[in-house]
């Protein structure tokens, strides 16, 4: 959730944008707009805001999803166990890198 200061009136305050704040909507973490680089934002003004450890554990846990690695779902020779583990490792070793911003 973003969390916009306002003018004493009531109106939006975009002259200090970089003090708004943004709240995890998983953990209610916060942090100022400025800092919110390696966080994922959503592109519409309804959409969700998360920081970069739920954003990474949401991945995880939607990549489990459609590659399931369990012994019933395994193809042979271990292809998409392989692929689940790679894309784990990938999503642990980096920062969600935004598409917005700088």
Same mark, same amino acid.
């Given at each position: 959730?973003?969390?916009?200061?306002?003018?004493?009136?009531?109106?939006?305050?975009?002259?200090?944008?970089? +003090?708004?704040?943004?709240?995890?909507?998983?953990?209610?973490?916060?942090?100022?707009?400025?800092?919110?680089?390696?966080?994922?934002?959503?592109?519409?003004?309804?959409?969700?805001?998360?920081?970069?450890?739920?954003?990474?554990?949401?991945? +995880?846990?939607?990549?489990? +999803?459609?590659?399931?690695?369990?012994?019933?779902?395994?193809?042979?020779?271990?292809?998409?166990?392989?692929?689940?583990?790679?894309?784990?490792?990938?999503?642990?070793?980096?920062?969600?890198?935004?598409?917005?911003?700088?």
């Amino acid at each position: 959730m973003i969390i916009p200061l306002r003018f004493p009136d009531g109106r939006l305050d975009y002259s200090r944008l970089g +003090e708004w704040f943004a709240l995890c909507d998983a953990c209610s973490v916060r942090t100022l707009l400025s800092d919110v680089d390696n966080w994922l934002v959503s592109r519409t003004t309804r959409g969700r805001v998360y920081c970069p450890g739920c954003a990474r554990r949401a991945a +995880e846990r939607l990549l489990a +999803e459609v590659f399931p690695a369990g012994p019933r779902h395994a193809r042979p020779g271990g292809g998409v166990r392989i692929a689940v583990a790679w894309l784990r490792k990938a999503l642990r070793g980096r920062a969600y890198r935004p598409r917005h911003g700088r």
